[in-house]
């Protein structure tokens, strides 16, 4: 009878184990299965950005060309801007106004930067922090948001960034300035010096996430001079 007992309580503790692993590659499953349509969607509205910027400097382009239009300007990064286009164009990724994209290839990251960033902005892509500084590709220091779900997407691999890694900023005027990053450290979550700083006349921008404990911010700073 001892051993009938013993049997049965083994049998238990392995159906238990066994619902316990699968829950747990189901639950790996879906979080693979979200941070890779999360990546490739944010991926998906960068490529899109550029493609209508392209298409906008063409159409520009060829009006000048029949003679629709008066010449256009020619930004910085021989980007052709509209010279009656006042404001800059605002497109929108899942309902949230886009300014931007950003590029960091030493990670792979490709992903819209949005206006604001709200609670459930930074859920689906890196945003602009409370307004900060001039904006995108502009003298002065703009701090970008982004989270860390040790997943791959978003900053999860902010901490394997080194000074001298490139990062690439898309504004809506069809600017691409390369950043080359001088300098990254960790610093507490009430720390935020970093936002605003004197730059001396720089285009700068400082990346801010959570460690992985989530105690500490990773704070990177990157220069367009």
């Known amino acids: 009878m001892f051993e009938n007992k013993y049997g049965k309580l083994l049998t238990g503790l392995l159906i238990a184990g066994i619902v316990v692993i699968v829950a ?3 639950f790996l499953g879906v979080q693979l299965v979200r941070s890779n349509s999360i990546q490739t ?10 493609t209508a910027l392209n298409e906008q400097k063409e159409n520009v382009m060829t009006n000048e060309q ?3 239009v008066e ?8 980007i052709v801007q509209d010279p009656t286009e006042n404001t800059q164009k605002e497109e929108e990724y899942k309902g949230f106004p886009m300014v931007g994209t950003i590029e960091i290839p030493a990670t792979n990251l490709k ?3 949005l206006k604001e960033a709200s609670a459930d902005a930074i859920e689906v892509a890196i945003a602009i922090y409370n307004d900060s500084g001039p904006g995108l590709n502009q003298v002065g ?3 970008l948001v982004g989270h860390n779900y040790r997943d791959g997407t978003f900053f999860s691999n902010n901490k394997k960034l080194l000074e001298g890694d490139k990062i690439y900023i898309t504004d809506t005027s069809g600017n691409r300035v390369e950043y080359k990053i001088y300098k990254t450290y960790i610093t507490s ?3 935020s010096s970093y936002m605003d700083r004197d730059t001396q006349g720089r285009r700068e921008i400082s990346l801010t996430t959570c460690t992985d404990d989530t105690n500490s ?6 220069t367009a001079d």
Do not use: C
Request: no cysteine.
């Open 24 to 26: 747990v590659l189901i």
């Open 41 to 50: 969607d944010a991926e998906d509205a960068a490529d899109h950005f550029q």
């Open 66 to 68: 029949s003679g629709d």
């Open 71 to 78: 010449a256009p300007v020619i930004g910085v990064n021989n």
């Open 111 to 113: 992903s819209p930067i």
């Open 141 to 143: 220091n703009t701090v």
């Open 189 to 191: 979550p009430e720390d």
């Open 217 to 222: 911010r990773l704070i990177i700073w990157a």
